[in-house]
């Protein structure tokens, strides 16, 4: 698979393939692979003019549906890469993010106009005509840059995950091995496109000429909707956060759809509650169960066969699993030296899927890349243990991210963000962890000042992605500190009542075993 | 004797979705979802709360803003759907 980019691989299904379903759109309609082919061809033509051209970015700030899809791959095509934001977020966290990332031009939708520009003063490309005869375009080169994915950064900036064709077709070529995706296949795309997950949705399918069926924001979030949406669009292979999977299992009213086609059912993002999904395999027992994990910055790095059966008694998660065959993965303490079996140590991955780098950083800056032995491995900053078979168990961050809905977030971001508001003068974020993960922020405000709780939470819906939205916000008079001066955050824990078994993220309570 | 709606309604905002907030600060007009003031897990959680407690059945359909963004909109939907 060397030598290729993510668009020829396209291409090649469209030439035997042209009047087949590619894109089932969020609104039902069929999509052909020649109207994609066209309409990609109309965005790259459309970008071309406006001087978009190889290395160049290009922002994608437009809802989903199929036309996003089209864009993603004519900026492809165009050997440019698609820096995709989250369409439901907050203005100003979007402009910030490709204002950073230096795009030469923008694909937005009807609103894109109607947003506040601010110091992005770049074309925008909105529904380009169709082009009259295929564009002529030569082969984007495979050591380019495909996409750059936005994650949260622990210093209150978003960075962008630069990931090149190389390594996105090595992690597309696994994706269809290993779930042996052809023509028949018909992926669901469940995540957003500035979400990594998208792009198993999009490229499995797409590459191998079967077809994805768009899901909607609204019909995304619906555990009641979606196993009727599996059933009729016939979906074969399904992969999202196990969040939207739980809600499915505890309220989706799976009784009622009983017959479906799926073959696999991925998940990744974050822990998937046993309990949740012992009830779902029960009432899907076809399918094939997979356990995926990785950071955006490496994609997916292991994956772990769920059991067709899953025993009663079981109370623990499942593992994470073992290295997918385009990368190596190891369990190592702080010097990179593999700890034993049993041992917690820090997850690294080194191989053909990781990123080139953070935009705008060097490779030598980034502080997660760790020599060893002359090789360069990526920290993912989670730390595991390798069981007696070599899978490896999940325990947990090393620092203060968290994970809600598969999202990264860093408290820090939330904060930074906060810190802002002009009637705050102090604020801490904790995150407790009970079967789902809660944020809270405690803020403290200015002399004078009276926000409200309902101000506050307006405020992060204005500023904040969703995900990053406290779920409880606490206003006090002054944050609790140590006597080093450090905020208290096991005085601020105490103060939840969320129970005796919660944990603080920011604290790791049993050193013993951890060689990290 | 049928609890009361909106008082019903708005307890659980209050306690359940927007611990912390005072009753005084959410009037009934106020615009929830589309100022990102309750996120769509929030309303996920209030429409088990109103099916449980009322005894209805709420579609995947109805749990649109038009009848979840402010507390008269939730109101006025629970009573269309009560006997």
Known sequence: MSGVTLPTLVRRVVRRNAERCAIVDVDGRERTYAWLDARSDAFAQALRSRGVGPGDRVGVWRRKDAETVAALLGIMRLGAAYVPVDATSPSRRNLRILADCEIAAMVGDEEAALRPGGTLEVPIVVAPDDVSAPLDLPEPGDDGTAYVLYTSGSTGEPRGVCIGHRQAVGFVDWCVRTFEADETCRCSSHAPFHFDLSILDLWMPLTVGGRVVLLGEETGMDPRRLPAVIAEQGITHWYSVPSILALMASQGRLEEHTSNTLRSVCFAGEVFPIEDLKRLRRSWAEPVFWNLYGPTETNVCTAYRIPDSIPEERTDPFPIGTACDHCRVIVADADGREVEPGRVGRILCHGGTAMETYWGIEPSAVPAFQEIAGERWYDTGDLGSRDGTGSIEFHGRRDRMVKRWGCRIELGEIEAELRRHESLSDVACVATDRGETMIHAFVVPKPGATPSVIDLRAYCGGHLARSMSPDRITILDRLPRTSTGKVDVRSLVDRLDVGGSAEASRFRSDPRGVDA | ?83
């Not at chain 2, 009037?27 to 309750?38: E, K, Y």
């Open chain 2, 1 to 83: 004797m049928p609890p009361n709606v909106r008082e019903t309604v708005r307890n659980f905002l209050l306690e359940d979705v927007l611990e912390g907030a005072s009753p005084d600060s959410l009037a009934d007009d106020m615009p929830l979802r589309t100022t990102g003031i309750v996120d769509s897990m929030g309303v996920i959680r209030l429409t088990g709360f109103l099916e449980s407690t009322f005894g209805i059945r709420i579609e995947a359909y109805e749990t649109g803003v038009e009848n979840t963004d402010t507390v008269d909109a939730i109101v006025a939907f629970v009573e269309s759907k009560l006997p």
